[in-house]
């Protein structure tokens, strides 16, 4: 019998669960490039040429570790652009008789493969993913048993779970579940900001990158600097790197914005977590050890870990249950289109073209840029938060629909009704004033509230809230908001629904095709 085990783009791992228990001789791996995965949405230049290479590499140690491997290449004549026509010529040409899967990260993949049986007339196993820490049945346990999610008290079951910065007794290192209020403080002047390691393309790469050049040369984002690790033998030194030169940091900075420096104290593995070159529970222990051993302090190894086994994890599990009806949602009811700017950064808010130059050159931008400023602009002015989520997966070297939406329409857009988040992630220019050295520069005064020297987002914030009063009113964590909204003057109340009104008017929808 002969038992086909395709592996995606995002399984990169070599202790896959649909690889054990099997003798490489008794089975065929199957790895496909196909155009419908590099087009659905207008990939990023450098996500495409990421995991492409790191699928050839992942095929070579396959290879080398005695596995047969079918490899089929995206400019391969007879290739038929799908998972589901490259699965269809598989069988054929193998004759298989089973088909052996690990399930996808993407609610539209896993449809696919749940009619693979009826299309092709042979049993196919997909197995959960046990890369992730939280299954898929054990989110949803854990969410029916609660009227409100809250990241929180899950995070909490995952450290137990773990084992990670616990005590002997069972109780949190310090005694603190989270040491998060002590890692907001703005950027000093005169700080060393360490660079992420960089790995120059070897000759597989520049192969890869030869061809993305030439077949996605429409697509956003620059391909010159490529630098990601695309083994896990590299993606475990930059792990190290990070470690050792950034994480003592981390955690007090990592709000922090500074214009023209990209990474600060940020580890930039999430592209190569998310295409499974490393595992989140050995990322998440070599912080833990990093403290025990006295090498980082708790906020920085806490903060950095909370990421890792609280948040990616949480926002995994709210992704499988609430697909497909969350990819529609629209609670806010925003129907403006994406302002143009954020394809071209070509604006004179110098947070959002810092965000979007980022964005562009390095398929990367962190949370804060992503959350408060990017997102939180978007909200702020009623973009569709579907629009919003395109251009998120698009641009990100570390987008993958299963972390990006809920992240988007959850989190950035509360286009979920708050199901995610208990309120809005709104913010007036203050924030960006006290997490960056953006506004000082900037063409707009942040001091200024109304007029149009103004920063935007002031009078956007207010005028934000003023229209979805009869939503967020009752919130209570936005009472003190609104008290403040209460206490101004009706003329200052229209002075900023009036500026809000006339920068909008300035905004240019981007053109159609950017990313679909």
Known sequence: MTLLIPILGDQLSHDLVSLRDVAPGDAVLLLMEVAEETSYVRHHKRKIALILSAMRHFAEELRAAGWTVDYVRLDDPANSGSFTGEIARAVARHRAERIRIVEPGEWRVRVMIEGWATRFGVPVDMLPDDRFICGILEFQTWAQARGELTMEFFYRDMRRKTGLLMTAEGKPEDGQWTLDKENRAPPKRGLNYPEPMRFAPDAVTAEVMEMVADRFAGHFGRLEGFALPVTAADARRALAHFVRTALPDFGTYQDAMVTGQDWLYHSWLSPALNLGLLTPLE???????????????????????????????????????????????????????????????????????????????????????????LGNFAMLVGVRPQDVADWFLVVYADAYEWVELPNVLGMSQHADGGRLATKPYAGGGAYIDRMSDHCRPCRYNVKLKTGPDACPFNALYWDFLARHERRFRRNRRMVQMYANWDRMQPEVREAHRASAAAFLETLEPAAPGWAR
């Open 283 to 373: 990322v998440a222990r070599a912080a833990a050890d990093a403290y025990a051993a006295g090498d980082v302090p708790l906020n920085a190894a806490e903060g950095f870990i909370r990421q890792i086994i609280g948040w990616r994890e949480y926002v995994r599990g709210y992704y499988w249950l609430e697909m497909p009806e969350v990819a529609q949602a629209n609670a806010l009811e925003a129907v403006r289109p994406l302002p143009e700017f954020y394809w071209t950064g070509e604006t004179e808010m110098l947070c959002m073209a810092e965000a979007v130059r980022n964005s562009r050159d390095n398929g990367y931008a962190h949370h804060i840029q992503r959350l408060m400023v």
